[in-house]
């Protein structure tokens, strides 16, 4: 098993930024990828961005230009820097690891973007 835990979320204005981060333990020398996904009210859970153990990144689409994704493999942890947050931009945001071909899960945390 692994477990994730994040912080950092929050409210913030649009234009602001935030900083969330998700840390691992566990069975952590099983995990490939980890990466956060986000999840608003009525809509399904997408993807924000992920990354491999050799530093491949996937961008979502909307948070292209924007978002940073960072990993400290030594800490077991992923990072997610968020600039020129957008209303648009609130939601639940999960961390995700894989490991074995098992997808785990954070508790999530609110992110809020409103003036």
């Known amino acids: 098993q692994v477990q994730l835990v994040e912080s950092g979320g929050g409210l913030v204005q649009p234009g602001g930024s935030l900083r969330l981060s998700c840390a691992a333990s566990?069975?952590?020398?099983?995990?490939?990828?980890m990466g956060w996904y986000r999840q608003a009210p009525g809509k399904q859970r997408e993807l924000v961005a992920d990354?491999?153990?050799?530093?491949?990144?996937t961008y979502g689409e909307s948070v292209k230009g924007r978002f940073t994704i960072s990993r400290d493999n030594a800490k077991n942890a992923v990072n997610l820097q968020m600039n020129s947050l957008k209303p648009e931009d609130t939601a639940v945001y999960y961390c995700n690891a894989v490991g074995h071909f098992v997808d785990y899960w954070g508790q999530g945390t609110q992110v809020t973007v409103s003036s």
């Open positions: 566990g069975r952590v020398w099983s995990i490939t990828t």
């Open positions: 990354i491999t153990t050799g530093s491949m990144i």
